[in-house]
């Protein structure tokens, strides 16, 4: 069919609008409401990320996007030094993904870590190493020595998914060199899909920082973060938004982790994000009976179970969710207190957080 050439051009606009209303939409920012704690800002963080620099099978700009559609606020590229099946087509360049990626993070506001992974078989397994100048010093085939040589430049070294190889799994005597030489400060209790009870234990025993990644190396399958379908992730809370300070923040142990529905991390840090995210409002009391709404301002999940004698056997708040409740009471005036274990808030391995649900009295409710 014959076309005028004011026909052409306008079927060209066309095309070129749909083109741009179609990267517009894929380029929409989710926005994650976790609450800030303690005085901390909680950042939203995967500090273990692979491009075909490694193993990978993206371009290390398309880190970057997918975490800034996802709602992140920090990530690290950490490829492998000594795993590079991609050489042939891709040079060797340990620096190089980190440099593709940092303009494209800048622009987007995501704070971009310099880290790279050492590999060695299991045990002792393999290792991030964030907050580096060079990867170049690194590239040693004596572990020590490549440990070493990160502590130099003032590395935060942890252990990626200690459970990867379960006929492998255990901590040996590396670790423990790596830990006494004060190498070793956090570990991998989430890597991908998988959860490391031992990991958890060590954790807490070891005082080692909580860690949750996702160790992507496809392409991201999410086009949407919500409170069951989201990426592995680290929460860091930071005194602000710089590398420096999440740097401080992971030396510190302030860190928790968000693993499908759970979150995981020690006591103070799971408990002050309850907290964070739960209200108890239009509290109505009468001589007998207490209603109050319990709202759950978070995109976390929230599953609890009475563990006391007062309130619903169960409550389940999904994100940003509320649930009117009421309750048999001996009087008005008194403030009540209803026993709960948040089951999906673990503080040690299959142990939830311990939490009271206060309801106050006719003194001091509001209607």
């Not at 990626?101 to 870590?113: F, H, M, Q, S, T």
């Not at 031992?198 to 996702?214: G, M, Q, R």
Request: net charge neutral; charged share 25%.
């Amino acid at each position: 069919m014959n076309r005028t050439p004011r026909s052409r051009l306008v079927a060209i606009t066309v095309v070129v609008l749909l083109l741009q209303a179609s990267y517009a939409l894929g380029q929409v920012r989710q926005e994650i409401r976790i609450p800030d704690i303690m005085g901390y800002k909680t950042l939203k963080c995967d500090f273990h990320l692979h491009t075909v620099f490694s193993d990978g099978l993206v371009w290390p700009t398309v880190r970057v996007d997918e975490a800034w559609r996802e709602g992140l606020d920090a990530i690290s590229i950490t490829d492998h030094i000594e795993y590079q099946p991609h050489k042939q087509d891709v040079p060797t360049n340990h620096n190089r993904s980190y440099e593709i990626a940092l303009p494209r993070a800048k622009e987007r506001g995501i704070l971009l870590v310099k880290g790279t992974e050492i590999t060695r078989d299991t045990p002792p397994g393999h290792f991030n190493a964030l907050f580096i100048q060079d990867v170049t010093p690194l590239d040693t085939k004596d572990l020590l020595e490549a440990m070493e040589a990160a502590a130099r430049q003032g590395a935060f070294i942890w252990w990626n998914h200690p459970g990867w190889k379960p006929e492998h799994k255990g901590w040996f005597d590396i670790h423990t060199t790596l830990y006494e030489k004060k190498y070793l400060r956090g570990i991998e209790v989430v890597n991908g899909t998988s959860y490391y009870p031992e990991a958890h234990e060590w954790a807490l025993s070891k005082n080692l920082t909580f860690i949750a990644d996702s160790d992507m190396h496809a392409p991201s399958p999410l086009d949407k973060t919500t409170s069951e379908k989201h990426r592995p992730m680290t929460f860091v809370f930071v005194k602000e938004k710089t590398i420096e300070a999440i740097k401080e923040a992971l030396v510190a142990g302030r860190t928790a982790i968000w693993f499908e529905k759970q979150v995981l991390g020690r006591r103070e840090y799971v408990e002050a994000l309850y907290q964070g995210a739960v209200r108890i409002t239009d509290i109505q009391r009468e001589p007998k009976v207490a209603r109050f709404t319990i709202t759950n301002d978070s995109d976390l999940a929230l599953e609890l179970q009475r563990t006391g004698k007062l309130g619903p056997q169960e409550v389940i708040l999904p994100a940003r969710t509320s649930l009117r409740a009421s309750i048999n009471v001996a009087g008005a005036e008194k403030p009540v207190e209803l026993s709960y274990v948040v089951g999906n808030f673990l503080i040690a391995p299959e142990k939830g957080l311990p939490v009271s649900l206060v309801v106050a009295g006719s003194q001091t409710a509001g209607n």
